[in-house]
């Protein structure tokens, strides 16, 4: 069988398999706020490109264009759909067909569009938009489209066309807050990966995100708020070509696990079993540091193999991955013994647990795309960017509960920056109640120079004087300051404050008073020695006394507690 024929038997293969599998859109809400006749909650798609804001929510104003409706050519002008400085962000509305998804959406990107509606173009389920082949016109949209985007079914996307053409103010919020459930304090996330570095953009997306998000994955790890495991694709190859020269080329353990040549050519360089066995290498590095109690570590092998160990310069080996393992402080023999041997016509148990894995459990769907994140048992649908998937990653822990990577100014949403987020805004002081989050902005008033504003947050934060507010220090000689939360109050001069009688007194009254009081301490101490003293002595003179007068009288005659005295005078005479 040739190359060519074997690609086309693999890729029937994978549309039967992908026929039979439960892929499972994952949706966030739509709020239509105005008009009131639409007024109400609809279902979107999420795209699977872009960045969604999980966590947060985005409000905005429709808009359908009046030409290039499928937005499949660039629209004219310079940013035609920018909002203005203080409007509502544009929702651009466009059809589906002709091109694209990733395409459409990057042309609105290109136009100022702040998120994408897209109008189903028939009336079915929603699906998601997935990303474009890895082509070389495809992979500009693919790293660079930065936007949300979502699917409307057609009757919805209808209504809203007509809305805007019968020059109605068309709003409505896309909220990802529940798009990641929250079941406990810690997340559960797992990405659908794979070892080979040589199968164009989308490979060295994922190999790029290694390296960016390590830090926070370790971070999240050792701090005991996440729990990661890493997962391996593969396929099998059927009963029937498991002897070919092409099976034989790109599986292990007699056709069982099966990986696509990297190069699409068998007949140089590496072969699609060279990767199933850095994949089951790179599933034992994780099963032996876990054991270990560090899991983290597999995020600086799979970083540091990716670096040392390329395709390109040959060095995609056992020999470069075995250099990488011991500089980790991993044990090689644990590792080895974990792999087996991939030439055993049995079941590997590591690798028969990665494809039970890929079918969906509960609400979460197949695993068909490569790569995958699922977070809290939800797959993730967006770019695999650091700040994308660490805003997805932290939407699964309860607001509040967010560890300190999840707060840092590294993914904040960046509201503030666009008419103040909306919120007061003091520009002369230069002071803001806008505070930027990675859920989305939040309208608090701020504390400036040591003072607590207070109001809203949105119309108005002012200065409340707490000491006219609650009448304080109202000595004489009494200073009142604001402070955060309260009020400060101190004395001029050489005066001290007493905050229990609201009343200023002299320093030198204060030393003297506080003399006095040494003085009166002292007094107190000697006479209590004294009278302790006394006491101990009086005791001592009576029983001294008790016990001579006890010894007179033992002279004298017997005590109770005494028998009689012997008499030895016969005694004498006997002898």
């Given amino acids: 069988m040739g190359a060519q024929a074997f690609r086309l038997l693999l890729l029937l293969l994978l549309a039967a398999a992908a026929a039979e599998a439960r892929f499972v859109v994952e949706k966030n809400s739509l709020m239509v706020t105005s008009p009131t006749s639409l007024r109400g909650r609809h279902d979107s798609a999420i795209g699977n490109f872009g960045i969604p804001q999980y966590g947060g929510s985005m409000a905005g104003a429709v808009v359908y264009p009046k030409d290039n409706a499928k937005a499949c050519d660039d629209f004219d002008g310079r940013h035609p759909f920018r909002a203005k400085p203080g409007a509502m962000p544009t929702f651009l509305l466009i059809d589906r067909g002709e091109c694209l998804f990733a395409k459409k959406v990057w042309n609105a990107q290109n136009a100022g569009a702040s998120a994408v509606l897209v109008v189903d173009d028939k009336d079915e389920p929603l699906i998601t938009m997935d990303l474009p082949r890895e082509d070389d016109e495809a992979s ?23 809305a805007v053409k019968d020059g109605e103010m068309v709003n409505v919020n896309l909220d990802w807050r529940e798009a990641v459930p929250h079941p406990d304090d810690r997340v559960e996330y797992e990405l659908w990966t794979n070892s080979n570095d040589e199968c164009g953009p989308k490979c060295d997306m994922l190999m790029n995100f290694l390296k960016e998000f390590k830090g926070a994955a370790q971070l999240l790890e050792k701090g005991g708020y996440s729990q990661f495991t890493p997962h391996y694709i593969t396929w099998y190859c059927p009963q029937a070509f498991v002897i070919s020269k092409q099976c034989k080329s790109q599986c292990i353990n007699h056709g069982r696990y099966c990986a696509p040549d990297p190069e699409q050519d068998f007949s140089t360089g590496y072969e699609g079993k060279d990767v199933v066995v850095e994949n089951l290498r790179q599933l034992c590095v994780f099963k032996v540091a876990n054991e270990n109690k560090k899991p983290w570590v597999w995020w600086d092998y799979v970083t540091d193999f990716h670096i040392r160990c390329p395709m390109k310069e040959k060095k995609y080996n056992k020999k470069c991955a075995e250099t990488v393992i011991k500089s980790l402080g991993l044990d090689v023999k644990k590792v080895d013994k974990c792999m087996g041997d991939p030439n055993a016509d049995s079941d590997h148990p590591l690798l028969k647990m990665e494809q039970d894995a890929q079918i969906g459990k509960g609400s979460r769907g197949d695993v068909t795309i490569l790569p995958t994140l699922v977070v809290n048992n939800r797959q993730y649908r967006g770019k695999l960017e650091r700040k ?56 608090e008033c701020p504390t400036f120079n040591g003072v607590q504003f207070k109001g809203d947050g949105y119309s108005n934060c002012e200065h409340i004087d707490e000491c006219k507010e609650k009448k304080a220090c109202q000595c004489p000689e009494c200073n009142c300051k604001d402070t955060w939360g309260g009020y400060d109050c101190t004395c001029s001069g050489d005066l001290l404050y007493i905050r229990e009688h609201d009343t200023c007194i002299s320093k030198t009254a204060v030393q003297a008073k506080a003399a006095w009081a040494a003085v009166w301490g002292i007094l107190i101490v000697v ?21 001579e007068i006890r010894a007179i009288m033992a002279q004298y005659m017997p005590l109770d507690n005494q028998g009689e005295v012997p008499n030895h005078t016969h005694d004498e005479d006997r002898s």
């Avoid at 500009?140 to 007509?162: H, M, R, V």
């Fill in 140 to 162: 500009k949209y693919i790293q660079n489209i930065t936007i949300p985007s979502a699917l409307i079914d057609e009757k919805f996307g209808d209504q809203l066309k007509k």
């Fill in 388 to 443: 994308a998937v660490l805003k997805a990653i932290c939407a699964g822990f309860e607001e509040t509960t967010e560890p300190n990577v999840c707060l840092s100014d590294d993914i904040e949403t960046n509201e503030c920056l666009n008419d103040n987020g909306g919120c007061w805004q003091d520009k002369s002081a230069n002071v803001t109640a806008c505070r930027d989050t990675f859920r989305g902005r939040v309208c």
């Fill in 527 to 547: 006479a209590v020695v004294a009278a302790g003293s006394y006491v101990v002595y009086k005791y001592r003179l009576r029983s001294y006394m008790d016990s």
